[in-house]
């Protein structure tokens, strides 16, 4: 599985920005799409996640600010970022899991820079 993630840039504090991660498969096989990110110094972190059947799962610091969905017949997960403050800037990158497979795939990153 190949992800090509886009959409990040620069947005002021309380902007919006919805990035996309396209898989070269369909996802209807792919088990788990998520999002991680990493801020300057720090580690990557979880930013949230979605399985095949609907299910999502967000870090507590995104919960009722961003949403996560995917989209079948365009093989693509979307993670839409409302309400974004100087703390969400980070590289942000897709990753998706086929328990078949037992590993991770991870696409390249994208920046998101909250100005504020």
């Known amino acids: 599985v190949q992800l090509q993630a886009s959409g990040g840039g620069l947005v002021q504090a309380g902007g919006s920005l919805r990035l996309s991660c396209a898989a070269s498969?369909?996802?209807?096989?792919?088990?788990?799409m998520g999002w991680y990110r990493q801020g300057p110094g720090k580690q990557r972190e979880l930013v949230a996640v979605?399985?095949?059947?609907?299910?999502?799962t967000f870090d507590d610091s995104v919960k009722g600010r961003f949403t996560i969905s995917r989209d079948s017949a365009k093989n693509t997960a979307y993670l839409q970022m409302n309400s974004l403050k100087p703390e969400d800037t980070a590289v942000y990158y897709c990753?998706?899991?086929?328990?078949?497979?037992?590993?991770?795939?991870w696409g390249q990153g994208t920046l998101v820079t909250v100005s504020s």
């Open positions: 979605i399985t095949s059947d609907g299910s999502t």
């Open positions: 990753t998706a899991v086929v328990y078949s497979e037992s590993k991770a795939h």
């Open positions: 498969t369909s996802i209807r096989r792919i088990d788990v």
